[in-house]
Protein backbone atom coordinates (compact mmCIF):
# COMPACT_ATOMS: atom_id res chain seq x y z
CA UNK A 1 0.00 0.00 0.00
CA UNK A 2 1.12 3.55 -1.10
CA UNK A 3 1.27 6.54 1.31
CA UNK A 4 -0.92 9.54 1.74
CA UNK A 5 -0.46 13.12 2.16
CA UNK A 6 -2.80 14.59 5.08
CA UNK A 7 -3.45 17.48 7.50
CA UNK A 8 -2.43 15.82 11.55
CA UNK A 9 -5.71 14.34 13.01
CA UNK A 10 -6.27 14.76 16.71
CA UNK A 11 -6.21 11.14 17.25
CA UNK A 12 -3.08 10.99 15.51
CA UNK A 13 -1.27 13.09 17.77
CA UNK A 14 0.43 10.43 20.11
CA UNK A 15 2.24 8.62 16.95
CA UNK A 16 3.13 11.56 15.26
CA UNK A 17 4.98 13.04 18.33
CA UNK A 18 6.84 9.41 18.77
CA UNK A 19 8.03 9.63 15.66
CA UNK A 20 9.26 13.08 15.75
CA UNK A 21 10.97 12.02 19.20
CA UNK A 22 12.27 9.13 18.06
CA UNK A 23 14.38 10.91 15.07
CA UNK A 24 15.13 14.07 17.02
CA UNK A 25 16.39 11.79 19.96
CA UNK A 26 18.81 9.82 17.36
CA UNK A 27 19.87 12.25 15.03
CA UNK A 28 23.36 12.57 14.51
CA UNK A 29 23.93 16.01 13.77
CA UNK A 30 22.60 17.33 16.65
CA UNK A 31 24.01 18.30 20.36
CA UNK A 32 22.49 17.44 23.21
CA UNK A 33 21.16 20.63 24.28
CA UNK A 34 19.98 21.27 21.11
CA UNK A 35 17.96 17.73 20.95
CA UNK A 36 16.15 18.46 24.33
CA UNK A 37 14.95 22.21 23.01
CA UNK A 38 13.37 20.17 19.42
CA UNK A 39 12.15 17.46 21.53
CA UNK A 40 10.26 20.46 23.96
CA UNK A 41 8.94 22.27 20.36
CA UNK A 42 6.84 19.74 19.39
CA UNK A 43 4.85 18.39 22.61
CA UNK A 44 1.51 16.92 22.11
CA UNK A 45 0.14 19.76 24.13
CA UNK A 46 1.86 21.69 21.42
CA UNK A 47 0.75 19.70 18.14
CA UNK A 48 -3.16 19.63 20.10
CA UNK A 49 -2.99 23.14 20.80
CA UNK A 50 -2.13 24.30 16.78
CA UNK A 51 -3.97 21.74 15.72
CA UNK A 52 -6.56 24.42 14.55
CA UNK A 53 -4.77 27.71 14.39
CA UNK A 54 -4.68 29.59 11.26
CA UNK A 55 -1.24 30.26 10.96
CA UNK A 56 0.51 27.11 11.57
CA UNK A 57 -0.19 23.46 9.92
CA UNK A 58 0.98 19.73 10.24
CA UNK A 59 1.19 17.64 7.81
CA UNK A 60 1.73 14.01 8.52
CA UNK A 61 2.21 11.13 5.73
CA UNK A 62 0.46 7.91 6.78
CA UNK A 63 1.09 4.01 5.51
CA UNK A 64 0.26 1.09 6.86
CA UNK A 65 -2.22 2.32 8.89
CA UNK A 66 0.73 4.72 10.75
CA UNK A 67 1.86 8.04 10.87
CA UNK A 68 5.26 7.75 8.74
CA UNK A 69 6.15 11.05 8.13
CA UNK A 70 5.46 14.85 9.49
CA UNK A 71 5.87 18.17 8.28
CA UNK A 72 4.72 21.93 9.79
CA UNK A 73 4.19 25.24 8.57
CA UNK A 74 3.86 28.34 9.56
CA UNK A 75 3.01 32.19 8.32
CA UNK A 76 4.74 35.35 8.87
CA UNK A 77 3.29 38.79 7.67
CA UNK A 78 4.74 39.98 4.15
CA UNK A 79 4.39 36.42 2.32
CA UNK A 80 7.52 35.07 3.75
CA UNK A 81 7.49 32.02 5.34
CA UNK A 82 9.52 29.54 7.00
CA UNK A 83 10.21 25.20 6.40
CA UNK A 84 10.13 23.87 9.87
CA UNK A 85 11.17 20.17 10.23
CA UNK A 86 10.75 17.32 7.80
CA UNK A 87 11.01 14.16 9.23
CA UNK A 88 10.55 10.47 7.59
CA UNK A 89 10.54 7.28 9.94
CA UNK A 90 14.31 5.46 8.89
CA UNK A 91 12.03 2.48 8.05
CA UNK A 92 10.13 4.28 4.87
CA UNK A 93 12.57 7.07 3.75
CA UNK A 94 14.10 6.90 0.43
CA UNK A 95 10.99 6.08 -1.31
CA UNK A 96 9.60 10.05 -1.98
CA UNK A 97 7.91 10.40 1.47
CA UNK A 98 10.36 13.13 2.37
CA UNK A 99 9.45 15.05 -1.21
CA UNK A 100 5.62 14.57 -1.22
CA UNK A 101 5.43 16.44 2.52
CA UNK A 102 8.04 19.00 1.02
CA UNK A 103 5.84 19.32 -2.25
CA UNK A 104 2.01 19.28 0.28
CA UNK A 105 4.10 22.00 2.20
CA UNK A 106 5.17 24.42 -0.83
CA UNK A 107 1.82 24.11 -2.14
CA UNK A 108 0.35 24.92 1.02
CA UNK A 109 2.11 28.16 1.32
CA UNK A 110 1.61 29.03 -2.06
CA UNK A 111 -2.09 28.51 -1.55
CA UNK A 112 -1.65 31.05 1.70
CA UNK A 113 -0.32 33.47 -0.56
CA UNK A 114 3.47 32.95 0.88
CA UNK A 115 6.09 33.72 -2.49
CA UNK A 116 9.53 32.98 -0.69
CA UNK A 117 10.28 30.18 1.73
CA UNK A 118 13.04 30.33 3.44
CA UNK A 119 14.70 27.13 5.54
CA UNK A 120 18.01 26.40 7.70
CA UNK A 121 19.98 22.82 7.90
CA UNK A 122 22.55 22.16 10.25
CA UNK A 123 26.11 21.49 8.71
CA UNK A 124 26.54 18.20 8.29
CA UNK A 125 22.74 16.77 7.57
CA UNK A 126 22.97 15.36 4.25
CA UNK A 127 20.19 13.76 4.10
CA UNK A 128 18.11 17.28 4.58
CA UNK A 129 20.27 19.09 2.46
CA UNK A 130 19.84 16.90 -0.49
CA UNK A 131 15.98 17.21 0.13
CA UNK A 132 16.23 20.88 -0.05
CA UNK A 133 18.36 21.11 -2.70
CA UNK A 134 16.31 18.44 -4.96
CA UNK A 135 12.87 20.59 -4.03
CA UNK A 136 14.48 23.79 -5.50
CA UNK A 137 16.07 25.39 -2.64
CA UNK A 138 19.23 27.30 -3.29
CA UNK A 139 21.74 27.64 -0.62
CA UNK A 140 21.96 31.36 0.70
CA UNK A 141 25.12 31.69 3.03
CA UNK A 142 26.64 29.74 6.57
CA UNK A 143 25.29 30.62 9.53
CA UNK A 144 27.88 29.92 11.79
CA UNK A 145 27.45 29.76 15.92
CA UNK A 146 23.95 29.70 15.20
CA UNK A 147 20.95 27.76 17.11
CA UNK A 148 22.71 26.27 20.20
CA UNK A 149 26.25 27.41 18.73
CA UNK A 150 26.17 25.04 15.42
CA UNK A 151 27.07 26.11 12.26
CA UNK A 152 23.81 25.84 9.75
CA UNK A 153 23.18 26.72 6.18
CA UNK A 154 20.75 29.20 4.75
CA UNK A 155 18.33 28.58 2.08
CA UNK A 156 15.70 30.16 -0.08
CA UNK A 157 13.28 29.57 -3.04
CA UNK A 158 11.20 31.58 -4.51
CA UNK A 159 7.26 30.03 -4.65
C1 LIG B 1 15.35 14.25 5.15
C2 LIG B 1 14.27 13.16 5.17
C3 LIG B 1 12.97 13.80 5.62
C4 LIG B 1 14.10 12.59 3.75
O1 LIG B 1 13.01 11.67 3.76
P1 LIG B 1 12.82 10.53 2.62
O2 LIG B 1 11.43 10.04 2.71
O3 LIG B 1 13.91 9.56 2.68
O4 LIG B 1 12.97 11.45 1.32
P2 LIG B 1 12.68 10.97 -0.18
O5 LIG B 1 12.53 9.50 -0.26
O6 LIG B 1 11.58 11.80 -0.70
O7 LIG B 1 13.98 11.44 -0.89
C5 LIG B 1 15.24 10.90 -0.52
C6 LIG B 1 15.92 10.38 -1.75
O8 LIG B 1 15.28 9.14 -2.11
C7 LIG B 1 15.01 9.15 -3.50
N1 LIG B 1 13.75 8.45 -3.79
C8 LIG B 1 12.53 9.01 -3.96
N2 LIG B 1 11.62 8.09 -4.25
C9 LIG B 1 12.27 6.91 -4.28
C10 LIG B 1 11.88 5.58 -4.52
N3 LIG B 1 10.61 5.27 -4.82
N4 LIG B 1 12.82 4.61 -4.43
C11 LIG B 1 14.10 4.93 -4.12
N5 LIG B 1 14.53 6.18 -3.89
C12 LIG B 1 13.63 7.15 -3.97
C13 LIG B 1 14.84 10.57 -3.89
O9 LIG B 1 15.23 10.75 -5.25
C14 LIG B 1 15.75 11.30 -2.95
O10 LIG B 1 16.99 11.54 -3.52
P3 LIG B 1 17.28 13.00 -4.14
O11 LIG B 1 16.92 14.00 -3.06
O12 LIG B 1 18.70 12.99 -4.47
O13 LIG B 1 16.37 13.18 -5.30
C15 LIG B 1 14.68 12.00 6.12
O14 LIG B 1 15.97 11.56 5.79
C16 LIG B 1 14.63 12.36 7.59
O15 LIG B 1 13.59 12.24 8.25
N6 LIG B 1 15.78 12.79 8.18
C17 LIG B 1 15.83 13.12 9.61
C18 LIG B 1 15.13 14.44 9.91
C19 LIG B 1 15.81 15.58 9.19
O16 LIG B 1 17.02 15.77 9.33
N7 LIG B 1 15.04 16.36 8.40
C20 LIG B 1 15.58 17.43 7.58
C21 LIG B 1 15.88 18.64 8.32
S1 LIG B 1 14.45 19.39 8.95
Given at each position: MGFEIVSLRARDIEQAHALIHKVIRNH???SPEARRFWESYYTPAVLRKHL????WMFLVARQDGKVVGFTDIMWFEGGVTRSDWTIVDPCYRGHGIGHALMRAKLAVARKRGCHKIIADSIVGNTEGERLLKSSGFKKLARLRD????QDYQLWEKQL
Open positions: PSYHDTNYWFH
